[in-house]
């Protein structure tokens, strides 16, 4: 009945926070070095699909239309 429940203060919280703003810290150090130096590129490709919505008796259906050629 005399225990506390564990608050902020707690040794644990403390060590958990520090460990967050260490692992920050350094990301944005190795980011801004590599920024510096030229040395950070970024690159994406973005890949988007089609669809073709077709309404057929008064509702809406989204539906794929397969193009042939020839």
Known sequence: MGRRA???NSKG???KVY???FI????SIGVG???FSDGLQLAATVYT???APVFLDGSPSL???LVTSG
């Not at 920050?24 to 990301?27: I, K, N, P, R």
Request: net charge positive; charged share 10%.
């Open 6 to 8: 564990p608050g902020r």
């Open 13 to 15: 919280y403390l060590l």
């Open 19 to 21: 460990c967050l703003l």
């Open 24 to 27: 920050l810290a350094v990301g």
């Open 33 to 35: 070095y590599g920024a």
């Open 49 to 51: 699909g089609n669809i």
């Open 63 to 65: 539906t794929k239309h």
